[in-house]
């Protein structure tokens, strides 16, 4: 990227030898070498193409965005009440983003002894990691007779009996199939799977209802501390951001007078102070062991 922007800093030398920023001239409107910049870095886009590639082809983004730019500023739509509302909002998020990212970078490193107790506290993502066949059945029922359920998920010999039941009680179900690594189940499951033996059927209650969960067969695939660290290590430093961004919330709103008006007169028990930007809360290590799910996070049980 860095010989990219480069070239394209010579390719801008103008008729007295001084470079420029700027890539393209849209009628009376620049677009810069930063612009491009910052979509690149915003973008994968990056990963898989070459970086001229890569920049070409943000430009001609940036050439299209910027006509429909000028057309929508000739609209006078920058001065519609409901597209400002929209770009204050943008721009609050932004900020807030921005001012909680650099809080963050004070997070220090974690150090080896950190790494390796993570990695012995985790058998079942990475010593004794496996990959489970799982065969489900996403209930959605009223809350009465989930215990109904339980007693009769706990005393069936096979799914196909589950399934059998649900039919004749007329409960209706989602049935699906597929093989899920250790990081890809819940984390506060991952125990209760790792101790379940092929064959198993097991319950797991949900917000939206219950979920029958059939271990038709299961693989060890276990992951050794070398090659975990880098990913323990990211995800511990993410686990300390959002440790940052939480306490900053409460230390700024333990300081600030909020009042609630009118309707919201009484604030709901939630809004304590939590309401962080969904990416600044860590996501827990992705330990796959093939190449393709290496960098997937912990995923809900679906």
Known sequence: ?????????????????????????????????HQINTVLSQSRQ??????????????????????LVQQAQEAQLDH?????????????EILARAYLEQKATSAGRPADDEIA???RENPAL???????????????????????????VEGASS?????????????????????????QLPMELLPRFS??????????????GLTVVHLAGSSASPIGEEQARPLIEQFLINQRKSELAKSELQRLRGSA??????????????????????RSVAAAPSPAADGDTLGRGVAGLK
């Open 195 to 208: 101790q379940m033996q092929d064959g198993q059927i097991a319950l797991v209650r949900q917000p939206q």
């Open 1 to 33: 990227m860095a010989l990219w922007l480069a070239g394209c800093g010579a390719a801008g030398e103008g008729a007295s030898g001084g470079s420029t920023q700027v890539a393209a001239r849209v009628n009376s409107d620049e677009i810069t070498v």
């Open 257 to 278: 007078e909020i009042a609630y008006v009118g309707a919201f007169s009484q604030p709901p028990a939630a809004a304590s102070g939590d309401g962080v930007p969904a």
């Open 117 to 119: 107790r993570y990695y």
């Open 159 to 183: 799914l196909q009996a589950v399934v059998d039941w649900l039919k004749a009680e007329g409960i209706p179900y989602a049935a699906s199939a597929g093989a899920k690594a250790a990081e």
């Open 46 to 67: 990056r990963q898989a193409a070459g970086a001229e590639q890569a920049g070409a082809e943000a430009l001609e983004r940036l050439i299209d965005q910027q006509l």
């Open 126 to 152: 990475f010593a004794q990691r496996r990959v489970y066949n799982l065969q489900e059945l996403a209930i959605r029922v009223d809350a009465a007779r989930h215990d109904e359920i339980k007693a009769r």
């Open 80 to 92: 519609d009440p409901r597209v400002m509302q929209v770009i204050d909002a943008a721009r609050r």
